[in-house]
């Protein structure tokens, strides 16, 4: 059995509109340079991956990258100061998350069901 969870933000509708998706473009952006170049690193088409980083600007209220313009390899973009803090932020939230939900999982399901556990078979003489 494996545990799985998603972290992701909502806005007042309960809209999606931050997540794993918007999150790894980020992370894209920033090692590549590029929005396009992201976005094909995920499978993306460009005009999804633009959306959805507009949308999380929006619902932010801040610019997540700047153009750059032109130069020998042509234009691209860069993360904004406040989207590297987002990506650290963000980043030690779902760590956090994630240990909280394995602790949690381990204190309410670690022996269930009880028959399948192997240290209670042998309290139990089996």
């Not at 509109?17 to 499978?43: K, T, V």
């Not at 904004?80 to 381990?106: G, H, K, S």
Request: hydrophobic letters at 40%; aromatic letters at 12%; a neutral charge.
């Amino acid at each position: 059995m494996q545990l799985k969870f998603h972290i992701y933000f909502c806005d007042e509708l309960g809209e999606k509109f931050f997540g794993e998706g918007p999150y790894r473009l980020l992370l894209g952006i920033q090692e590549l340079g590029s929005l396009r170049a992201a976005a094909l690193q995920m499978g993306m088409a460009y005009t999804k991956a633009f959306a959805l980083i507009k949308r999380a600007e929006q619902e932010f209220g801040f610019p997540l990258t700047q153009k750059t313009i032109g130069g020998k390899g042509g234009g691209g973009s860069v993360l904004t100061m406040e989207a590297r803090e987002l990506l650290q932020r963000y980043n030690a939230y779902r760590f956090a998350c994630a240990e909280t939900v394995r602790a949690l999982y381990q204190a309410h399901f670690a022996d269930f069901p009880a028959e399948n556990h192997p240290n209670l078979r042998q309290e139990k003489g089996e």
